[in-house]
């Protein structure tokens, strides 16, 4: 457990003196501040003169609380797949394009371990995250005052959010896979975003096996894909686990036996 510990402490150091840490940060919580930015639009349209596009995009934000919620959640979605996914694909790929990997197996640490204490600082951040985005969001909303406020509704609509941000980030272990089998941060970025797209096709083109599609299971759980999108069944969510278990597994396989050098 101590050499746990160690590797876990020498990744969080990494993290906090890297600049995408704070770049990240910075990118959740201005993306809350926008959308509040986007409901006052829409309560005062002569801001924007005769800016059709912003108009219409302002239109997009309704001033109640359910529909804010939604859209928080659909944020971080797509936000969360693809941050969540960047971050997974620095801290695996960093260790080759910075050529800090053979120092790192030098070190008196198991491989499981490096690789253990990496996916949780992963899901830390990723958690950290959308905390951040959620408070801001909720902090943005109280701001400009959005209408039908609700404890309830509040309370239920942090635990979708929480649990769809849970889902989103455990679906990045093949995102750590590729980062270590393609050794560098390009092609995992490039896998993110082509599950992002795959499912934005599987969901317009063929819905009827979008509860079998790992990457689109966490926004049907969510409900943000509509009252007539599938509902996951106990074999989607065994699909879903398989798809976060191979990417686990394969990560320390490939970590223990593949040649580093």
Known sequence: ??????????ETLKVRR?????????????????????????RSPELVGKSAIVSAKSSMFKDEWSSY??????IILTLGTIGFG??????????????????LLALPVHRSSIVLSKFIIIFLWSFLLSLILFISGLLTGFLVNIAHWSYAAAYH?????????????????????????????????GFTIGTLIITQI????IPNITAYFPWAIPALYSGVSGAGAPTPDIFSYF??????????????LWWHFADQS
């Open 202 to 205: 599987i969901f317009v083109g």
């Open 157 to 189: 609509s942090f635990g979708v959010f929480m649990i769809t941000s849970v889902l989103t980030a455990l679906l990045c272990t093949p995102v750590a896979f590729v980062a270590s089998f393609a050794r560098g941060y390009i092609a995992p970025i």
């Open 69 to 74: 919620f939604g859209l928080l959640t659909m």
């Open 18 to 42: 890297s600049k995408i840490f704070i770049i990240t940060i910075i990118t959740f919580s201005s993306i809350a501040i926008l959308m509040g930015l986007m409901i006052y639009v829409s």
């Open 1 to 10: 457990m101590t050499r746990i510990y160690a590797s876990l402490w020498a």
């Open 86 to 103: 960047t971050i997974t694909g620095w801290v695996f790929g960093r260790e080759y394009s910075d050529r800090t990997m053979k120092d």
């Open 239 to 252: 699909i879903l686990s398989l798809t976060i278990l191979l990417g686990l597994l394969g990560t320390a």
